[in-house]
């Protein structure tokens, strides 16, 4: 199978890492907007040659599969000009973080049927070629968001694929998983970035003792605040919403917490904690 | 070098394998409060030796080095028990989260010469002699505080031991220390917290797809709120006022975010998140 990946990212370097390891792609073609990331990928080796547009990548490549792994914003102008390019033989999937705005977008498109909207939900907090890392996508789980729009032959090939990465296959309505990620993924970014912000500001001017003292609690908090602001920003703002909804929650329950801690209601507090606890139980 | 650990948990039981592991404890004695914990303790082989009580672990086991890794509350109250227990020869250290209030507590004890205020910049979310682990030290920060005020050779055998680790050791006034763990390892906590009974509030009644959706980022953003409230507690009511002013300025980060999201201000939200990153830097 010839696939192309438009996008040679984190996300897109890393699924052609894995469809190689697979054996499940014959011929990979890249095709990659930043020049200097499209050399460092061929550097890499992620891909077997780089296509120099859409349409050498998408129709002259005669590509079986195309895989659009561009940030969420350029996402909403690269789909449809790839629907535009393609046959009703080639199937195209993307891995964008959300989906109702997308989906809404491409609707009414003659070659909808041949899209199956796609989120792996795995990832780092790096970004670029030089971040494809082996293994990303193997035993995580990836969406399907309705793939009653999608042909039953585009819905099989892909479902195949990412089952031989092998990763779980989960379906949902497009509203429903952006709702979901907007609690389990994007407000977990939006809080370590503030928690990255509290430290650097509370830091400056005094001296730097967050390295000297900074233990694994610490790095695994702030971790995702390394991530892209071209990556997120386009997520939040296409997530907006629910993600201004889940925040609202979030800063209810800190606000709780800081009565609790501010009335030295240390009985209430330590409730709030074991409550909290049962996380453990959903995410062992 | 005979050494009794008075607390076998996550802190005492990592430090009596560390120990062994680099031959710096000929002997070792333990004493733990709970029953469970002890007989555990000794089931998991972690110290030779069981005391009944204090009086056994400090005085007559003729202990060198007594370390006392229980609780933040319970340290306000067993460590001039201690103090009372020792002679003019015994080197004791504590492995507590802060450390204002408790050197605050013991400055007038005649036995003050005799302690090292220690704090190990380690830990994990979990607890109990089940959840000591061996490396948990190793290539750590160890933040020891008013060094001046402890005898010189028994601060000697305390650095010496913990180089031996080895750790880096660091020191700082207790105001210092207290200020600077509120920001990188307190709030880091509390928040956590709040991410984990977010979720958990929006999930109440829905179907159960956190699970099916957490990717590795809000496993790393939750791991912390897993951990123990009659450890964190005590923690956070020792070091209240620090950390109600940090947590004052990431609800003040937090709230800056939501009106930029709110106002559709994604220029502004770049460059906020893009300072974010400045926190590869210092945490790389």
């Given at each position: 199978m010839?696939?192309?990946?438009?996008?040679?990212?984190?996300?897109?370097?890393?699924?052609?890492?894995?469809?190689?390891?697979?054996?499940?792609?014959?011929?990979?073609?890249?095709?990659?907007a930043?020049?200097?990331?499209?050399?460092?990928?061929?550097?890499?080796?992620?891909?077997?040659?780089?296509a120099?547009?859409?349409?050498?990548?998408?129709?002259r490549?005669?590509?079986d599969?195309?895989?659009?792994?561009?940030?969420?914003?350029a996402?909403?102008?690269?789909?449809?000009?790839?629907?535009?390019?393609?046959?009703?033989?080639?199937?195209?999937l993307?891995?964008?973080?959300?989906?109702?705005?997308?989906?809404?977008?491409?609707?009414?498109?003659?070659?909808?049927?041949?899209?199956?909207?796609?989120?792996?939900?795995?990832?780092?907090?790096?970004?670029g070629p030089?971040?494809?890392?082996?293994?990303?996508?193997e035993?995580?789980?990836v969406?399907?968001?309705?793939?009653?729009?999608?042909?039953?032959?585009a819905?099989?090939?892909?479902?195949?694929?990412?089952?031989?990465?092998?990763?779980?296959?989960?379906?949902?309505?497009?509203?429903?998983?952006?709702?979901?990620?907007?609690?389990?993924?994007?407000?977990?970014?939006?809080?370590?970035?503030?928690?990255?912000?509290?430290?650097?500001?509370?830091?400056?001017?005094?001296?730097p003792?967050?390295?000297?003292?900074?233990?694994?609690?610490?790095?695994?908090?702030?971790?995702?605040?390394?991530?892209?602001?071209a990556?997120?920003?386009?997520?939040?703002?296409?997530?907006?919403?629910?993600?201004?909804?889940?925040?609202?929650?979030?800063?209810?329950?800190?606000?709780?917490?800081?009565?609790?801690l501010?009335?030295?209601?240390?009985?209430?507090?330590?409730?709030?904690l074991?409550?909290?606890n049962?996380?453990q139980?959903?995410?062992?």
């Amino acid at each position: 199978m010839t696939i192309t990946i438009i996008g040679l990212g984190l996300i897109g370097g890393s699924l052609a890492l894995s469809l190689r390891l697979h054996g499940l792609a014959g011929r990979l073609i890249g095709v990659e907007a930043d020049v200097a990331y499209a050399r460092r990928a061929m550097e890499l080796g992620l891909v077997d040659e780089l296509a120099p547009d859409l349409p050498t990548a998408v129709s002259r490549s005669g590509a079986d599969l195309i895989i659009v792994a561009v940030p969420m914003d350029a996402l909403l102008t690269v789909l449809p000009q790839v629907f535009n390019l393609i046959t009703n033989k080639q199937v195209v999937l993307d891995v964008g973080s959300t989906k109702a705005q997308l989906l809404a977008a491409v609707a009414a498109h003659p070659r909808r049927g041949r899209f199956v909207a796609t989120h792996p939900m795995t990832g780092t907090e790096f970004s670029g070629p030089d971040a494809a890392v082996r293994g990303l996508f193997e035993g995580k789980t990836v969406v399907l968001c309705e793939t009653e729009a999608s042909d039953p032959d585009a819905l099989d090939l892909v479902e195949t694929l990412l089952r031989a990465l092998p990763m779980r296959v989960l379906h949902l309505g497009a509203a429903e998983h952006d709702l979901h990620v907007a609690y389990v993924s994007h407000l977990a970014h939006l809080t370590s970035f503030a928690l990255a912000l509290t430290v650097l500001e509370k830091e400056r001017g005094g001296e730097p003792r967050i390295f000297d003292l900074a233990g694994g609690g610490f790095a695994s908090a702030v971790r995702l605040a390394k991530s892209a602001p071209a990556t997120w920003v386009p997520i939040f703002r296409q997530n907006r919403a629910n993600l201004l909804d889940v925040l609202d929650e979030h800063l209810h329950q800190l606000h709780t917490l800081r009565a609790l801690l501010a009335d030295e209601d240390y009985e209430g507090l330590t409730d709030a904690l074991r409550q909290a606890n049962e996380i453990q139980k959903i995410i062992p």
